[in-house]
């Protein structure tokens, strides 16, 4: 996902299942990424903090600003 300044990110909740199903059968931990255009960086939320709302999957803002840069997971 892109963003040009952070804000709440809503996802389908198809997109973020079939994302889950892929990393149980490859037995990875699955990540969201949101690129931040200003300021310039690269979050990833992991899928067990994503809230499930009616229809779609939610990245708060706060969230998003609490999320792993690529420097911490490296």
Do not use: C, F, H, M
């Amino acid at each position: 996902k892109v963003r040009s300044k952070p804000k709440d990110i809503y996802i389908p909740k198809i997109e973020v299942d079939r994302l889950k199903t892929w990393a149980e059968r490859a037995g990875a931990e699955a990540y969201i990424a949101v690129r931040i255009l200003d300021p310039p960086e690269w979050k990833l939320i992991p899928l067990d903090r994503l809230q499930e709302t009616e229809g779609y999957y939610r990245i708060s803002r706060g969230e998003l600003w609490n999320g792993y840069n690529l420097q911490t997971l490296s």
